[in-house]
Structures are given as C-alpha cells and as structure tokens.
C-alpha cells in the first residue's frame, strides 16, 4: 500500500511536470495544439483536457468537490489558455489535497460509478490515488510523443530529476 508521503510526492512529479509540459505546448502555434494526430485523444490540447477531466472526476470521488465530473470526452474549458489555468488550479488543489491524506483513508474502500463504462467498483483508496498519479504520467508520455514529432522535448520526465527531490551526497 501506499502512503501519505508517496501521495505528496506524486502530486509535486505531477505539478512539476505539468508546468514543463505546459510551457512548451504554449511555445506552439494554436494549429500544432489542436491539430488531429491519430493519439488516442486526436490532438495534444485533447489530451491534456483529458488528464484534467480524470483529475476532476477523482477529486469529485474523493473530496465531493465537483459534486460530479462532466461526461467523459467533454472538452471543459474550449481554449488552450483556459485549460492552462485549470491545470495550474488543480494542480494547487492536489498539493493542497495530498497534505489530508492518511493512512487510514487510503486503506479504506471507495465505490464508485465509472464515467467510461458505467460499471460500480469499490477499490481501495490507495488504489485510485495510484490511479489518479499514474493516469496523468500515461498520457503525458502521449503528448511527448506528439510534441517530439513536432519538434519539441520537454527534457526528463524522470521523477529523480526533479528539482526538488533530495540527492543523496
């Protein structure tokens, strides 16, 4: 199981990373954001809305803050400028979020109604934590396939080359 020191790492990886993904893509002409690329979610500004959209949906199942998250494929904000500032709020939000976290509710169990196939599962917590940090890395790594075809490298993605995680000297 994981614990509340695993979370708050995540969540900095994933605010760290999101600020370096975002940088680049508003680098870009609003044609490369948007254009269809054959990814999953067609475009890069897709995919990024999509990590957005999860994170809502798992914030809506863990804290009740959106009371529920919009249909799957909805594209929340209809700009890549206002999906820039969701981002940075939400990644707030998850720092900010991460510091409630224990050890007893990540090993309690959630039951939730899933937007992608609409089946009922109750999981531990911990699980859907996991799921949350780890849905956001699986998709960056789309868009940085998306961005290198374009051009462009975001540098490491590694978590030990954060600038905030302590070296051993």
């Given at each position: 199981m994981i614990d509340s020191d695993y979370c708050r790492w995540m969540a900095t990886y994933n605010a760290w990373m999101n600020r370096k993904f975002y940088m680049v893509c508003a680098s870009l002409p609003e044609a490369d954001l948007y254009a269809d690329r054959g990814a999953f979610f067609q475009s890069i500004y897709l995919t990024l809305n999509h990590i957005a959209y999860a994170d809502l949906a798992f914030l809506s199942r863990f804290t009740g803050d959106p009371a529920d998250a919009p249909s799957l494929g909805t594209d929340l904000l209809g700009s890549f400028e206002a999906l820039h500032t969701e981002r940075q709020r939400l990644d707030?939000?998850?720092?900010?979020?991460?510091?409630?976290?224990?050890?007893d509710w990540l090993a309690s169990s959630l039951t939730y109604t899933s937007k992608v196939d609409g089946q009922a599962r109750t999981l531990p917590r911990w699980v859907l934590v996991s799921h949350l940090f780890q849905h956001q890395t699986h998709h960056r790594g789309q868009v940085t396939t998306l961005l290198n075809q374009l051009g462009h490298d975001?540098?490491?993605?590694?978590?030990?080359?954060?600038?905030?995680?302590?070296?051993e000297a």
């Amino acid at each position: 199981m994981i614990d509340s020191d695993y979370c708050r790492w995540m969540a900095t990886y994933n605010a760290w990373m999101n600020r370096k993904f975002y940088m680049v893509c508003a680098s870009l002409p609003e044609a490369d954001l948007y254009a269809d690329r054959g990814a999953f979610f067609q475009s890069i500004y897709l995919t990024l809305n999509h990590i957005a959209y999860a994170d809502l949906a798992f914030l809506s199942r863990f804290t009740g803050d959106p009371a529920d998250a919009p249909s799957l494929g909805t594209d929340l904000l209809g700009s890549f400028e206002a999906l820039h500032t969701e981002r940075q709020r939400l990644d707030d939000r998850l720092l900010h979020w991460v510091e409630s976290i224990s050890t007893d509710w990540l090993a309690s169990s959630l039951t939730y109604t899933s937007k992608v196939d609409g089946q009922a599962r109750t999981l531990p917590r911990w699980v859907l934590v996991s799921h949350l940090f780890q849905h956001q890395t699986h998709h960056r790594g789309q868009v940085t396939t998306l961005l290198n075809q374009l051009g462009h490298d975001v540098g490491s993605t590694d978590l030990p080359f954060m600038p905030t995680f302590p070296s051993e000297a």
